[in-house]
């Protein structure tokens, strides 16, 4: 498990499922997860669930302290570079602004950087999503680039920005 001063995390399990699944579909939770329309049936995560946690990606629920999930967190390792890693994060919305994503954030760097010997750790939001991108920043993360009008919402293309941070740039 990886703790944070608000939650833990810990690899999602088969019985997490529904409860994730459900606090996790909300249309404003999706809005900027790229599944508004093809969302992953429940079956189909459970039957997927070996590949969910394989050593170059883990998936992970966010417990808080009452010992409710609170969201998910994911990182990967760059196909093509090592000791590069890609980071995601959704978390509920009656979850909201209540430090649960900045804290689960830190708690993944300092073991990304700290037990898996990052180098660096990158992500992609879309820049519309501006709590998200007011999130990262705090967390130490600075724009490296714009990825014009990648992102289909509602019938039109929208700009994801490239963040990215360092281990000499992160402050634990």
Known sequence: MIYGDKIYLREILKEDIDETYNLCSDSEVLKYNGYQYDRLSKKYIVEHLKYLNIPSKRNYVII?????????????????????????????????RKGYGSD???????????????????????????????????????????????????GKYLDTIVMGLLKEEFKA
């Open 64 to 96: 808080n302290k009452q010992g409710s999930i609170v969201g998910v967190i994911i990182y990967s390792e760059d196909m093509y570079m090592r000791s590069v890693y890609n980071i995601s994060i959704t978390i509920g919305k009656r979850y909201w």
């Open 104 to 154: 689960a954030i830190n708690a993944i760097l300092k073991y990304l950087f700290f037990k898996r010997k990052a180098h660096k750790i990158e992500l992609e939001v879309v820049r519309e999503n501006e709590a998200a991108v007011l999130c990262y920043k705090k967390c130490g993360f600075v724009e490296e680039g714009i990825r014009r009008k990648k992102y289909y919402y509602k």
